[in-house]
Each structure stands twice: as C-alpha cells, then as structure tokens.
C-alpha cells in the first residue's frame, strides 16, 4: 500500500480589471464566475475606465458623437465608492447585480436597484455624478493598464505569479468544464512572455 498523497492543489489569486459599461466584458466575467465554480481560484474585482483609456483620443470609440458623457463613468464610480469602502466581496456582489440590470435588462438607470439587489446601501449611488471617485478610479484603471500596456482596452485579467493578458473576450461565457479549459488556456498563454496576440473577428454579445 503506497502512503503517497496527491497535494492539495492550490488556489490561483486572479485580479480582473473591468468597466462595467462594456457588454463584452461582462460576459467575461460570468465566465471568470464560472471558472469560480470549476478551478480553484479567488478573484479580486478592481475597476478601469474605458473613459480614461480614451481621454487623449480626439473621438472616444465608445461615445463617437459625445453623447453620453458623464453617464457612462456613472457606473464606475459607484463601484470604486463600493470597493473602497466596503471591500471586495461586495464589489463582485455589485457588479453581479449591476450587470443583471444593465446589460441583461438594459436597465440603464439601475444603478441604484443594483446597490439594493447587492444588499449595500443606496447612499452609495451618490457617487455616480460626482468627482470624488476619479481618482480612485484613474488609479485602479491604470494599475491594470501598467500591466499589459495601453492599446489595449477592457477587462484586463492578471494571474498571480504568472502574468497579464487583455481579455479574453468571450460572447458567449463558456460554461462548465468548457470554461476551465478556457481558464488553462489563459494561464498558459499569461505566461509565456515573449506572448503578444491571439485574436479572429468579434461575435456580437451574447448574454446567455
């Protein structure tokens, strides 16, 4: 009889840089929510701004006509109000919720339906059409930008120990096993150094 134990794999820190205004990146992230349920990793949710990333830009792609302006850093704002005072878990609860209504629903004003469905307190949407986040937000943004550099956009994905990668960009979220082999994939490809591209054309969203 061999007194040989298998180890207990380790869990896998992943930090995962989104704006929650992207469509794309919120399937993204119901497959990393997948991927939760299949691998053994933890995720740090931490926000960017496709409005930051385009500041210098003299047209924004994503608002060509300049037509929503303020509103599209609402949402972030009061994600970064979120996670500054209420922690992780709580911004992964909210972005959950956020997303539900905003990109399933596209329930646009519910930002502060959201903060409820997450069980944190309405106060919070005060941030949205106001400054006082900016920064938290400019800093958090570039924190992930600084990884894999700036032509890029969201969501950001950083494997800890291993590397940072743009993306991946999903449409749809794998699902089950499917979305572990993704999840493999990714690692691998995070650390392979010298790795740049891998990319064909885009699907449109699909929030299954």
Same mark, same amino acid.
């Given at each position: 009889?061999?007194?040989?134990?298998?180890?207990?794999?380790?869990?896998?820190?992943?930090?995962?840089?989104?704006?929650?205004?992207?469509?794309?990146?919120?399937?993204?992230?119901?497959? !990393?929510?997948?991927?939760?349920?299949?691998?053994?990793?933890?995720?740090?949710?931490?926000?960017?701004?496709?409005?930051?990333?385009?500041?210098?830009?003299?047209?924004?792609?994503?608002?060509?006509?300049?037509?929503?302006?303020?509103?599209?850093?609402?949402?972030?704002?009061?994600?970064?109000a979120v996670r500054e005072r209420y922690g992780n878990a709580a911004l992964g609860r909210y972005?959950?919720? !956020?997303?539900?209504?905003?990109?399933?629903?596209?329930?646009?004003?519910?930002?502060?339906?959201?903060l409820a469905d997450a069980g944190l307190p309405a106060e919070l949407e005060a941030a949205a059409?106001?400054?006082?986040?900016?920064?938290?937000?400019?800093?958090?943004?570039?924190?992930?930008?600084?990884?894999?550099?700036?032509?890029?956009?969201?969501?950001?994905?950083?494997?800890?120990?291993?590397?940072?990668?743009?993306?991946?960009?999903?449409?749809?979220?794998?699902?089950?096993?499917?979305?572990?082999?993704?999840?493999?994939?990714?690692?691998?490809?995070?650390?392979?150094?010298?790795?740049?591209?891998?990319?064909?054309?885009?699907?449109?969203?699909?929030?299954?």
């Amino acid at each position: 009889m061999s007194d040989h134990t298998e180890p207990e794999p380790q869990r896998v820190a992943v930090d995962f840089w989104f704006d929650p205004v992207c469509p794309y990146t919120w399937i993204t992230s119901r497959w !990393l929510r997948e991927v939760e349920r299949v691998r053994d990793v933890d995720v740090r949710w931490r926000v960017m701004s496709l409005a930051a990333l385009n500041a210098d830009r003299a047209v924004d792609p994503e608002d060509p006509e300049g037509l929503y302006g303020e509103y599209m850093k609402a949402p972030g704002r009061i994600c970064a109000a979120v996670r500054e005072r209420y922690g992780n878990a709580a911004l992964g609860r909210y972005f959950d919720a !956020l997303g539900e209504r905003i990109h399933g629903r596209q329930d646009w004003a519910g930002t502060g339906a959201a903060l409820a469905d997450a069980g944190l307190p309405a106060e919070l949407e005060a941030a949205a059409m106001t400054t006082a986040y900016d920064d938290a937000v400019r800093a958090s943004h570039e924190a992930g930008v600084a990884l894999v550099g700036e032509d890029v956009g969201t969501p950001v994905l950083a494997v800890d120990g291993v590397g940072a990668l743009f993306g991946p960009v999903v449409s749809p979220a794998p699902r089950g096993e499917a979305a572990g082999r993704l999840w493999d994939g990714v690692v691998l490809m995070a650390g392979v150094e010298s790795f740049h591209e891998f990319k064909r054309g885009p699907a449109a969203p699909d929030f299954r």
